[in-house]
């Protein structure tokens, strides 16, 4: 619970991430960049599939095109979220010289994302489109 | 864009390599933005779809901006420094703000 505490203080005051520690190689820092940037193109790819959805399914059960492209949507924001979040994190820990952190995310993601493309497809080819 | 200096040689070239990076990321931004766009024009209300047009181009534009900027700093010093919190969330922010068009079109 403290962690969670801490790393709230450190969305509120980013400022403080510079505070700590040592500056690590401006390349490992580089790397972190680009791991982030790699999860915002992953949100923007999760943000564009939800307006995809909503575009080009538009005979698919209002339901059916709301539910799925309000679930792109959300894991694209969630995504997002954390491509920051992360990278706060990391930078912090090579700051400190602590391991990176772990984390369940792209797991989670990774599962998310294979049950809406299964729930896309069992929609279209059923053909519930109303 | 700005010129690359010659800096001491990086075996890695990591001021590049983050700077394509950025590149890519802009070309996944237009091409959300692109779909957003398309979105807001058929958009049901006409005064709705202006609103979210402005929006998204306003989104497309910051990010364009926060990249430019971002390569800019890149490009000045064979050792740039870290990324600043507040770009990253600004940029974060823009793809945050096209999800919220999508779900005001979605609903």
Do not use: K
Not at chain 1, 23 to 36: G, I, K, Q, V
């Amino acid at each position: 619970m403290s962690e969670f505490v801490r790393n709230v203080r450190l969305w509120l005051e980013p400022g403080r991430v510079r505070e700590q520690g040592t500056t690590p190689d401006y390349r490992f820092s580089l790397a972190n960049e680009r791991t982030f940037l790699a999860w915002l193109r992953t949100a923007l790819a999760l943000i564009g599939g939800g307006f995809a959805v909503d575009q080009f399914l538009p005979h698919l059960r209002w339901a059916w095109r709301v539910g799925l492209a309000l679930a792109l949507l959300g894991a694209g924001v969630l995504c997002a979220l954390r491509a920051v979040h992360h990278w706060v994190r990391c930078e912090q820990a090579m700051r400190r010289g602590e391991d990176l952190p772990v984390s369940r995310f792209p797991a989670v993601l990774s599962l998310l994302v294979a049950v809406v493309a299964v729930a896309m497809v069992v929609v279209v080819l059923a053909g519930w489109a109303g | 864009m700005g010129g690359m200096t010659a800096p001491a040689r990086d075996a890695g070239l990591q001021p590049q390599r983050t700077r394509l990076a950025w590149r890519r990321t802009t070309l996944a931004g237009t091409v959300t933005a692109v779909l957003a766009v398309r979105a807001s024009v058929r958009a049901a209300s006409p005064l709705t779809g202006a609103v979210l047009v402005l929006l998204c181009c306003v989104c497309w534009l910051a990010f364009l901006g926060l990249a430019h900027l971002r390569i800019s700093t890149l490009a000045a010093s064979p050792e740039p420094p870290t990324l600043t919190p507040r770009l990253a969330w600004a940029a974060t922010g823009c793809a945050m703000a096209l999800a919220v068009c999508a779900a005001v079109l979605v609903s």
